[in-house]
Structures are given as C-alpha cells and as structure tokens.
C-alpha cells in the first residue's frame, strides 16, 4: 500500500506532502511497479517543480526507496503558481485511489497556516 499524506494551509495550497510504502505484489509485479510509478511520477515532478521556484523555500527529502517528504518553508508571491500544482497532484492521486484503492491511499489534511499569497 502506498499512503500520500498531504497538508494543505489555509489557502488550500501545499504545506507539505509525503508519501511511503510500494504497492503490493498482490496484484502481480507489472501491475504494482505501474502504480508505484505513477505516484512517484506524479509526486516527484510536482515536487521538482516547486523546487524550481525561486519564490518558494521548501525542503525534502527521499531518504529509502519507498519514502519522499516535501514540506513548503515560505511562499512569496507565488501562492496561486503554488494552489495549481497542489490541484494537479490532489487530483491526480486521487484518481490512481479511485482506480486502485487497494494499492493507494489518500489522506488531506487542512490547517489554519498560511505561507504568502
């Protein structure tokens, strides 16, 4: 199972995001690398993205397979940029739940906190 856990601030853009485990063999090895692809796919771009954002500070790291955290520092000016690739990444993991909801789980957090407009 590959849990994404996303924190969204008071804007609803992304606080920060991790994501742990691989999808199970379950469903055979071809099948669970796919899924495992797509989220890591999906996730790591948006969070290559974000880094290539000067008005941004964020951290993160990949520190085992099967493990990634990104976690939004500041936001300068930047917050609408920041609010569209937060979308992407929601829907686009919520979908692969949706079409594989024993192989990925979605969990959203919201709080108060705002990191700029």
């Known amino acids: 199972m590959i849990t994404v856990r996303v924190r969204l601030d008071g804007d609803g853009c992304l606080s920060s995001v991790s994501v742990s485990g691989h999808a199970s063999a379950d469903q055979g090895s071809r099948t669970g690398n796919v899924v495992c692809a ?28 099967g493990e990634l955290r990104v976690d939004i520092v500041s936001c300068e000016d930047d917050g609408e940029w ?13 979908r692969m739940t949706g079409e594989t909801p024993d192989e990925v789980r979605l969990i959203v957090e919201r709080t108060g906190v705002h990191h700029g407009a």
């Open 38 to 65: 797509a989220v890591t796919g999906l996730v790591r771009s948006c969070a290559d993205a974000i880094a290539g954002r000067t008005a941004i500070t964020a951290t993160g790291a990949a520190p085992r397979p």
């Open 82 to 94: 920041l609010r569209g690739v937060t979308d992407v990444m929601l829907c686009g993991v919520d």
